[in-house]
């Protein structure tokens, strides 16, 4: 049962390049998430996926952009990074939307920072 | 959108007491309440969950308490242990979406 995982764990870069955050899970849930973590901010939303070829912004999508080819899959990609994107990224997936009594599962994070 | 607030924010215990944090939600119509908790290095990982339409359920140590009318819910840690400690984070997903609102989070530290 492989579940959610992310890749890279970690990952150093530079301002201005382009770094792709990936998040696979083999459950075929429908709904998938990327959120980042922050000191102080809790979990932010930054898009969502409510199934392939289907994305939504959230609270936080300025300088991100996902695509969902395949329900297993959804990269995150910052296209120039900036130092304030240096964080703690979590991808999330659920069965079905989160409000109808089914809780989210979460990867164990990529933290990612930007020199 | 939905408004969740969270606290503590720190939480700092003996081992073998009881921890309890406290959330309050803005939207009536949230009908689902999950808790979840997080561990250094990991993501987060649901311990329990409550619906609107019951008052409170059980886990082994773990409780949760749900006030529709106060429009709060809380976790309830019994005998706590040093494993316990981890940030404890809620949600709720609010009426007109279906994405959840998180707390801030409690980091809840437990002394042997």
């Known amino acids: 049962d492989a579940g959610i995982t992310q890749s890279p764990r970690y990952k150093i870069t530079e301002t201005g390049r382009q770094v792709t955050l990936m998040c696979h899970q083999t459950w075929s849930h429908s709904y998938m998430f990327w959120y980042r973590q922050d000191l102080g901010h809790g979990l932010r939303l930054i898009y969502y996926s409510a199934a392939a070829d289907i994305t939504d912004k959230g609270e936080v999508p300025d300088g991100y952009v996902v695509s969902r080819s395949k329900t297993e899959n959804f990269p995150l990609t910052l296209e120039s990074a900036t130092r304030s994107q240096t964080s703690v990224y979590f991808c999330?997936?659920?069965?079905?939307?989160?409000?109808?009594?089914?809780?989210?599962?979460f990867g164990d994070g990529t933290r990612l920072s930007i020199l | 959108g939905e408004n969740v607030e969270q606290h503590p924010s720190t939480l700092s215990v003996q081992e073998g007491d009881s921890a309890v944090i406290k959330c309050t939600y803005s939207d009536s119509a949230s009908n689902y309440f999950p808790w979840y908790k997080q561990e250094l290095g990991k993501g987060p990982q649901l311990i329990i969950d409550?619906?609107?339409?019951?008052g409170e359920k059980k886990d082994q140590r773990i409780a949760v308490t749900l006030n529709k009318t106060a429009k709060h819910f809380s976790l309830h840690i019994t005998e706590t242990q040093p494993e316990d400690s981890a940030v404890y984070f809620c949600a709720a997903p609010g009426g007109g979406s279906y994405i959840p609102t998180f707390g801030r989070g409690t980091s809840l530290i437990v002394h042997p």
């Open positions: 999330a997936s659920s069965l079905s939307p989160p409000s109808s009594n089914q809780p989210q599962h």
């Open positions: 409550i619906r609107s339409n019951v």
